[in-house]
């Protein structure tokens, strides 16, 4: 019998710079204003710019200040030194970022 690795999280490696996840930032796709986006997709529609990495997609406890919609929350990295708490609504234009 042979002890089997599981494919990520065994060991620090394994996992991204941010501690979470495999390298990829996972599969946390969600419907952003009629289309599906990853993370890393999120992250963009935010910030503008591509991040260097993105947390899973969560569901923030707040209502769209704009349209009442659900919010939708990501964190990601614009940069080396930068982590940022980004929030979008689903159903339309509306997003805020925190820096933190």
Sequence with gaps: MSFRRPRWGANDRDRNFLGVGPPTGGMSNRVVEGRMVTSETLAEMIEGDRPMEATEIEDADRECPDCGGNVIT??????VTDFVTG??????EWSEKDDE
């Design 74 to 79: 990501v964190g990601y990295m614009p940069s």
């Design 87 to 92: 929030y979008k609504c689903q159903d339309c």
